[in-house]
């Protein structure tokens, strides 16, 4: 254990690493969670899970409801603290949870929330998924540039992900080859663009048409800031308003008023 832990950091350790909620016991998979986006951890720390979250952010599921009940809250600032205070710990139980006798065969969905946030981070999962090559992990990621260096040119056989819409590196992604996932105002709108929805499995998103259709969440704030766009319409516009907000900017040294160029 790295001397810099100290007592209260080891006592936050969570007990039991991997989860399952109703919906995904039913599809025999396990999960591992972090806290959505940015936060601030007990100790004072600040820290952001999601680093190339974009439009994501303003309706993020795992940012209400059952998600800040205390118990739960704590559950994930615990998760992230173990990964942040000690990295080589957090792998080596993760890959002793790993083999307990009831996951054998069976689906891990990486993340519930929170992302890939760093490069050693990534590095320690792919090492887990090499070590575990009876099962199968999954991932939804808005890490895109993170992938298509570290993950794309040897990905483990045993690890599927796809790339979803919504985030700060959406303009890297092509539909016509990468697996993406879009979260659309309703069915229809799923239909109506050529995606199939993986409302029925959340396997489909890695197992099913590598276009995935995701259907909102029906929270008011959350229908009425969609707008009736699909997050990958609504990130781009955004992108375009902020290149444009930069582009009028003045420059260091330039002209101060349009007149005077
Ligand atoms: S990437 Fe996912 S968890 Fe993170 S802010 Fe966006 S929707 Fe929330």
């Keep these: 254990m790295p001397e810099n832990i100290d007592a209260r950091t080891v006592a936050a350790r969570p007990r039991q690493l991997l989860t399952q909620n109703r919906e995904l016991k039913a599809i025999g998979v396990w999960n591992w969670t972090l806290p959505a986006w940015a936060g601030r951890l007990d100790d004072g720390r600040t820290f952001n899970t999601c680093p190339s979250a974009g439009i994501c952010a303003q309706v993020c599921y795992a940012r209400q409801g059952t998600y800040l009940w205390p118990v ?127 409302d029925a499995s959340d396997l489909l998103a890695v197992l099913g048409p590598r276009l995935v259709g995701i259907p909102a969440n029906r929270i008011r704030a959350f229908v009425k800031a969609m707008a009736g766009r699909r997050f990958s319409t609504w990130q781009a516009y955004e992108d375009k308003q902020r290149a444009a907000r930069r582009r009028r900017r003045p420059r260091p040294g330039g002209p101060t008023h349009p007149s005077a160029a």
């Excluded at 990905?155 to 819409?165: E, K």
Aim: charged share 25%; net charge negative; with cysteine.
């Design 72 to 198: 739960v809250r704590a559950k994930h600032h615990a998760n992230l603290t173990f990964v942040l205070d000690d990295l080589p710990g957090w792998e080596a139980a993760m890959l002793t949870e790993l083999a307990a006798k009831k996951l054998t065969g069976g689906w891990i969905r990486i993340h519930d929330s929170g992302d890939f946030f760093s490069d050693h981070y990534l590095r320690a999962w792919l090492r887990i998924c090499r070590s575990r090559p009876d099962l199968h992990f999954y991932a939804y990621t808005k890490e895109v540039d993170r992938f298509r260096r570290l993950v794309e040119p040897d990905p483990p056989p045993n690890f599927l992900w796809v790339y979803s819409y919504g985030g700060t590196q959406d303009s890297q992604l092509d539909p016509t080859v990468d697996r993406v996932a879009d979260v659309f105002p309703d069915d229809q709108a799923i239909v109506d663009a050529g995606f199939s929805s993986q």
